[in-house]
């Protein structure tokens, strides 16, 4: 994958691609192989340097939103800048900014996240995912607790993160709809990559035959 796509990686439960997300995260680690991530083989990092890396370079959006239910807004934004030891005043901007660019309004910042819709609660999401500024964000079946329409507006947001913000965006699916909005579509059945298909041009991939290397985050 390279800097900058916007790929989803699609199949049915069970197929394992919410396994490769961790995986690609760094939230699990491979039994076997290797994994480089700008250049380094992460596969053998220790916790701790797993986990110095998700913070700086990696966000998440889950779909049930992962949100604390009983603090505003804003802190929920800010709780990554805590942990990354930044001063009050420099969360709050930054948490500012990333929500605006989410599409959250001003006048819910100070609301607490269980007072949210579906679909506000899930703008909270990115933009928290976005405070560090992270070059990669996973998204894990974002839309999957959404209706049609706010599902929409979610996707488009994350078009909009990509062609104009340049973050590269993995994006787990199993609908076929939501997969549309990636630049490219890799689709994995039983643990395998059995196709990648990119600006509507389908290729069947075999894991025997065909290299990635040239293909890196």
Request: hydrophobic share 35%; glycine share 8%.
């Amino acid at each position: 994958m390279r800097k900058g796509e916007f790929v989803a990686i699609i199949g049915p439960s069970g197929s394992g691609k919410s396994t490769l997300m961790h995986i690609l995260g760094m939230l699990d680690t491979p039994t076997a192989g290797d994994y480089f991530l700008d250049g380094k083989n992460v596969a053998k990092y220790s916790d701790d340097e797993l986990a110095e890396i998700r913070k700086n370079k990696i966000g998440f959006v889950f779909q049930s939103f992962n949100l604390l239910p009983r603090t505003t807004v804003l802190n929920n934004v800010c709780l990554p800048l805590v942990y990354a030891g930044v001063g009050k005043a420099e969360r709050e901007n930054r948490a500012r900014e990333v929500l605006f660019h989410a599409g959250l309004e001003e006048k819910h910042y100070q609301h607490h996240t269980n007072q949210l819709s579906g679909g506000q609660m899930q703008r909270v999401a990115i933009a928290r995912a976005l405070v560090n500024d992270p070059s990669i964000i996973f998204a894990d079946e974002p839309t999957g607790n959404l209706d049609t329409k706010t599902g929409q507006i979610v996707m488009e947001t994350f078009r909009e993160l990509n062609r104009k913000q340049g973050h590269t965006i993995i994006l787990i699916t199993h609908e076929h709809d939501v997969a549309e909005y990636a630049d490219r579509v890799i689709t994995v059945r039983d643990g395998q990559i059995v196709g990648d298909e990119q600006n509507g041009r389908k290729a069947v991939v075999a894991l025997k035959t065909k290299r990635f290397d040239n293909e890196k985050i």
